[in-house]
């Protein structure tokens, strides 16, 4: 079956500990993409990659990181966490950047 | 930067009563795309208008592009209690690869 998967669904955590989040397509997809969403703001873009090795910053990078070493996988770092990082994360990723996403589950995270 | 505005924020409708939810961006997009969120769920693409003055149809469901490729609408008739739910537009300027989101219109369907 053709998804996007995001492990954990669900994570609480303390400041200041690092933590991955993972994020795998098995659809062969060239741009992933990570958003986060707050009630309110809607979806808001973290980072994204259009392909292998190449990554770009969204509307809000902040405390984030992100790393593309193959094509399948789009892990999102949070190097040092922080409460205003509580949110609910979303992967997904895209043909191209001309075609609708695929999106995971999404990951509720929550820092104390 | 890009900003990507939807109107309105929430609407509550009857089950049969129709359904318009609109999107402004402040530069002029390439594309535009509709996203579904179910309550609890994630974001699912609907549709994606590329052509000024688009017009798509996916069955009670139509979706246009406006004709600067600035706006876009999302219009359900006679909506079911099946579409409830938030609805998203998302575009990517001219030249740039990011999509951006707006920040969704909360369809409420009283039965």
């Known amino acids: 079956e053709a998804q996007v998967t995001q492990n954990p669904r669900y994570l609480i955590t303390v400041t200041g500990k690092k933590l991955t989040v993972t994020c795998s397509q098995n659809?062969?997809?060239?741009?992933m993409s990570w958003y986060r969403q707050d009630p309110g703001l809607g979806l808001r873009q973290i980072y994204y990659s259009m392909n292998v090795e190449v990554t770009d910053k969204g509307d809000v990078p902040e405390g984030y990181k992100v790393s593309r070493k193959e094509k399948r996988n789009f892990p999102l770092i949070l190097e040092s966490p922080s409460p205003n990082q509580t949110s609910l994360y979303f992967c997904?990723?895209?043909?191209?950047?001309?075609?609708?996403?695929?999106f995971g589950s999404g990951t509720r995270l929550t820092v104390v | 930067g890009q900003q990507v505005m939807q109107i309105p924020q929430y609407q509550h409708v009857q089950e049969g009563e129709d359904f318009t939810t609109y999107c402004n961006s402040s530069?002029?997009?390439?594309?535009i795309q509709w996203y579904k969120q179910r309550p609890g769920g994630h974001p699912v693409f609907l549709i994606q208008?590329?052509?000024?003055?688009e017009v798509k149809k996916q069955k009670r469901l139509t979706f246009q592009f406006g004709e600067a490729k600035k706006n876009s609408s999302l219009h359900i008739t006679a909506t079911q209690t099946t579409d409830v739910g938030t609805y998203f537009c998302a575009g990517s300027d001219t030249g740039r690869r990011a999509l951006t989101f707006g920040s969704g219109t909360r369809l409420q369907v009283q039965p």
């Open positions: 530069t002029t997009l390439s594309n």
């Open positions: 997904a990723s895209s043909l191209s950047g001309s075609y609708g996403y695929t």
């Open positions: 208008l590329v052509k000024s003055g």
């Open positions: 659809m062969n997809h060239e741009y």
